[in-house]
């Protein structure tokens, strides 16, 4: 098992060092000189050819691309992910003020889905073919067809303007602000982001139940006369559980994915707004940190998936 | 594995003729997997929609009504008018275009593109190696914001937010070549061919991308349906499709922030966009059921 851990983390090493080396040139190719973003735009025109060189050479974007990659990498692994172009803060310091919002909204979302598409999965592979069946599938169909923010929308106009259950917008502190707070604020956004996985979740459970349902051993339990019940949870869900903890971690990286959408459609002030602002403003540090820190959060979880997997089932181990 | 049956079924079903083999063909898929007409005829029909939009929307898409602002849907605007008059109707029609475009570039040049790199890969392992690690490094952004940090380069157009999709959903067509080249590339008429001394090309493109074919058909019908919802994403957010062509995710960004005076602005191009990708979907999901019967049982 620990040899198995060790080879699937080296095999790691080289997507990371990829992922550093394209994060860093996407924003090498862009367009623009940083200087001159500092500098404040049109200002750039009224700065003396000295006054620019001086910002690039504090900057260190006067060093030969190479360098500059080196020590952005390094700085990285030291947890220095360079300074914001337009408030000089520390990138790392800004993205610590957003991690509540994201986290919060991408495992409030996670939650809800898991909470209502096990079950849902389940029912319907459990009473296949009948219309319990057909009616998760349908919502299956629908839910990951919906785009996160026209459902946003839908729920907003129902749910907060004309029913006025819910806020509009924006994002309270589960700490600070306690849980009823923290509750009314997420409900909406929640369920945005959980929908689609709810889908895929039940779509998921449901194949993976039908097809153990259809195995041998399951035959034999039920010719011996144990309890559907007994079945189900003792014999069936154990084996189908497998792809379900493989598209858990799927959902996990398409969470951040929606949570772009959603953070922007409700107003949250979290990574994924952070990232669309500073797309919009070409904050190039911001946009090279948080991409390496969703990239790099993405390629751990799924070494754990991995790990989990081998862990669950011996066979994967040798292969 | 009979090969030799003394005749070629084929020449036997040609006999009859094209037009009743698409016939019988298009029947027997029916009456197996009616959702997947469904959603075909829902596709072909808004595809209609779009081309011949010129004469079947009421209003210019970009004209401006001042005296209509606000609107409801009506006899005049059967969508509604926006925050300056303009026909909701006509803008969305007229961003399908954009849309479907979007759509049909990118699961086309996404198949070109991952069918050529995942032959390559899956033929070659000493390729595969290097190419496989820069797949997988391209998969570890989420893919809003990878495309999100390509379009910061490359500024908003149509063509850029094609070019961008198609750079974030290759890796994964690429994925689905390349597993099923690796079972191919061992059956015997591959090593036939290898044998009697075919070149590599012959064997990546004659012999082995025919029977990979299935599983990239499917995926395609589904890169259609993410792309749209992508480049939707993307204008919505205000950094894919200029605000002046309209495209759904462009209106949908508009309506945004008139949701409480005027919510048709926001929800007609969304139904219409929630539509086709269902529809496109429900023919993913038919195309699966028929070609690759494998797929089917798991997912």
Same mark, same amino acid.
């Given at each position: 098992?620990?040899?198995?851990?060790?080879?699937?983390?080296?095999?790691?090493?080289?997507?990371?060092?990829? *992922?550093?080396?394209?994060?860093?040139?996407?924003?090498?190719?862009?367009?623009?000189?940083?200087?001159?973003? *500092?500098?404040?735009?049109?200002?750039?025109?009224?700065?003396?050819?000295?006054?620019?060189?001086? &910002?690039?050479?504090?900057?260190?974007?006067?060093?030969?691309?190479? *360098?500059?990659?080196?020590?952005?990498?390094?700085?990285?692994?030291?947890?220095?992910?360079?300074?914001?172009?337009?408030?000089?803060?520390?990138?790392?310091?800004?993205?610590?003020?957003?991690?509540?919002?994201?986290?919060?909204?991408?495992?409030?979302?996670?939650?809800?889905?898991?909470?209502?598409?096990?079950?849902?999965?389940?029912?319907?592979?459990?009473?296949?073919?009948?219309?319990?069946?057909?009616?998760?599938?349908?919502?299956?169909?629908?839910?990951?067809?919906?785009?996160?923010?026209?459902?946003?929308?839908?729920?907003?106009?129902?749910?907060?303007?004309?029913?006025?259950?819910?806020? *509009?917008?924006?994002?309270?502190?589960?700490?600070?602000?306690?849980?009823?707070?923290?509750?009314?604020?997420?409900?909406?956004?929640?369920?945005?982001?959980? &929908?689609?996985?709810?889908?895929?979740?039940?779509?998921?459970?449901?194949?993976?139940?039908?097809?153990?349902?259809?195995?041998?051993?399951?035959?034999?339990?039920?010719?011996?006369?144990?309890?559907?019940?007994?079945?189900?949870?003792?014999h069936a869900l154990r084996a189908a559980s497998m792809p379900i903890v493989t598209?858990?971690?799927?959902?996990?990286?398409?969470?951040?994915?929606?949570?772009?959408?959603?953070?922007?459609?409700?107003?949250?002030?979290?990574?994924?707004?952070?990232?669309?602002?500073?797309?919009?403003?070409?904050?190039?540090?911001?946009?090279?940190?948080?991409?390496?820190?969703?990239?790099?959060?993405?390629?751990?979880?799924?070494?754990?998936?991995?790990?989990?997997?081998?862990?669950?089932?011996?066979?994967?181990?040798?292969? | 594995?009979?090969?030799?049956?003394?005749?070629?079924?084929?020449?036997?079903?040609?006999?009859?003729?094209?037009?009743?083999?698409?016939?019988?063909?298009?029947?027997?898929?029916?009456?197996?997997?009616?959702?997947?007409?469904?959603?075909?005829?829902?596709?072909?029909?808004?595809?209609?929609?779009?081309?011949?939009?010129?004469?079947?929307?009421?209003? #210019?898409?970009?004209?401006?009504? =001042?005296?209509?602002?606000?609107?409801?849907?009506?006899?005049?605007?059967?969508?509604?008018?926006?925050?300056?008059?303009?026909?909701?109707?006509?803008?969305?029609?007229?961003?399908?275009?954009?849309?479907?475009?979007?759509?049909?570039m990118v699961s086309v040049f996404v198949t070109l593109s991952g069918l050529f790199?995942?032959?390559?890969?899956?033929?070659?392992?000493?390729?595969?190696?290097?190419?496989?690690?820069?797949? #997988?490094?391209?998969?570890?952004?989420?893919?809003?914001?990878?495309?999100?940090?390509?379009?910061?380069?490359?500024?908003?157009?149509?063509?850029?937010?094609?070019?961008?999709?198609?750079?974030?959903?290759?890796?994964?067509?690429?994925?689905?070549?390349?597993?099923?080249?690796?079972?191919?590339?061992?059956?015997?008429?591959?090593?036939?061919?290898?044998?009697?001394?075919? =070149?590599?090309?012959?064997?990546?493109?004659?012999?082995?991308? =025919?029977?990979?074919?299935?599983?990239?058909?499917?995926?395609?019908?589904?890169?259609?349906?993410?792309?749209?919802?992508?480049?939707?994403?993307?204008?919505?957010?205000?950094?894919?499709?200029?605000?002046?062509?309209?495209?759904?995710?462009?209106?949908?960004?508009?309506?945004?922030?008139?949701?409480?005076?005027?919510?048709?602005i926001a929800f007609f191009p969304g139904l219409v966009l929630t539509i086709n990708?269902?529809?496109?979907?429900?023919?993913?999901?038919?195309?699966?059921?028929?070609?690759?019967?494998?797929?089917?049982?798991?997912?």
């Amino acid at each position: 098992m620990s040899k198995y851990i060790l080879r699937r983390f080296l095999l790691t090493l080289p997507v990371l060092l990829i *992922v550093s080396i394209i994060t860093f040139s996407i924003m090498q190719l862009a367009p623009g000189d940083p200087a001159a973003i *500092v500098l404040g735009g049109d200002y750039i025109m009224f700065a003396t050819a000295e006054e620019i060189e001086d &910002v690039r050479e504090a900057m260190g974007i006067n060093k030969p691309p190479i *360098v500059q990659y080196f020590d952005w990498l390094g700085g990285f692994f030291v947890g220095n992910l360079g300074e914001s172009l337009f408030t000089t803060e520390s990138v790392s310091y800004l993205v610590s003020q957003k991690i509540e919002a994201t986290v919060s909204t991408v495992f409030s979302g996670i939650f809800i889905a898991l909470l209502l598409g096990l079950p849902m999965g389940v029912l319907a592979g459990w009473k296949m073919n009948t219309w319990v069946d057909r009616a998760v599938m349908i919502f299956a169909v629908l839910g990951f067809a919906i785009p996160g923010f026209w459902l946003a929308f839908n729920l907003i106009f129902l749910f907060s303007l004309k029913l006025g259950w819910f806020p *509009v917008f924006g994002f309270r502190s589960f700490f600070t602000d306690g849980p009823v707070e923290f509750l009314r604020y997420i409900a909406l956004p929640a369920i945005t982001l959980g &929908v689609a996985f709810m889908a895929l979740i039940a779509r998921m459970t449901r194949s993976s139940l039908v097809e153990v349902l259809s195995e041998d051993y399951i035959r034999t339990a039920r010719s011996k006369g144990l309890a559907e019940r007994i079945i189900l949870t003792r014999h069936a869900l154990r084996a189908a559980s497998m792809p379900i903890v493989t598209v858990i971690g799927l959902v996990f990286a398409a969470a951040v994915t929606g949570t772009v959408i959603t953070e922007t459609v409700f107003a949250i002030p979290g990574m994924g707004r952070m990232f669309v602002k500073a797309v919009g403003d070409r904050d190039f540090p911001i946009i090279q940190g948080l991409m390496m820190i969703f990239a790099t959060s993405y390629v751990f979880l799924n070494l754990a998936v991995d790990i989990l997997y081998a862990f669950l089932d011996p066979r994967v181990r040798y292969s | 594995m009979t090969i030799s049956r003394g005749y070629n079924p084929n020449e036997i079903r040609q006999a009859k003729g094209t037009a009743y083999r698409v016939w019988t063909q298009f029947s027997r898929m029916m009456k197996k997997n009616p959702n997947m007409i469904i959603g075909f005829i829902i596709l072909l029909s808004f595809t209609l929609l779009t081309i011949f939009a010129d004469f079947l929307v009421t209003h #210019d898409p970009v004209s401006i009504y =001042p005296e209509d602002r606000f609107m409801p849907p009506g006899s005049e605007h059967w969508f509604g008018a926006d925050n300056v008059g303009r026909d909701v109707y006509a803008r969305v029609i007229y961003g399908g275009r954009v849309s479907l475009l979007v759509g049909f570039m990118v699961s086309v040049f996404v198949t070109l593109s991952g069918l050529f790199i995942g032959l390559v890969s899956g033929y070659t392992p000493k390729i595969d190696i290097v190419v496989q690690r820069i797949m #997988d490094a391209l998969m570890s952004f989420p893919t809003l914001l990878l495309a999100l940090a390509l379009i910061a380069m490359l500024g908003g157009s149509v063509w850029n937010v094609i070019a961008v999709i198609t750079i974030v959903d290759t890796p994964r067509m690429v994925r689905v070549v390349r597993s099923s080249v690796l079972t191919v590339k061992e059956q015997q008429y591959v090593e036939a061919a290898r044998g009697i001394g075919a =070149p590599i090309s012959r064997i990546l493109f004659v012999h082995i991308a =025919p029977n990979t074919m299935a599983p990239v058909i499917v995926q395609a019908t589904y890169f259609f349906a993410l792309a749209i919802l992508t480049e939707a994403s993307l204008s919505f957010l205000g950094l894919g499709i200029p605000p002046e062509d309209p495209s759904w995710g462009n209106i949908l960004s508009l309506g945004r922030k008139y949701l409480q005076q005027a919510f048709w602005i926001a929800f007609f191009p969304g139904l219409v966009l929630t539509i086709n990708v269902l529809a496109m979907n429900l023919v993913g999901d038919g195309l699966r059921d028929a070609l690759d019967p494998k797929l089917s049982r798991r997912a």
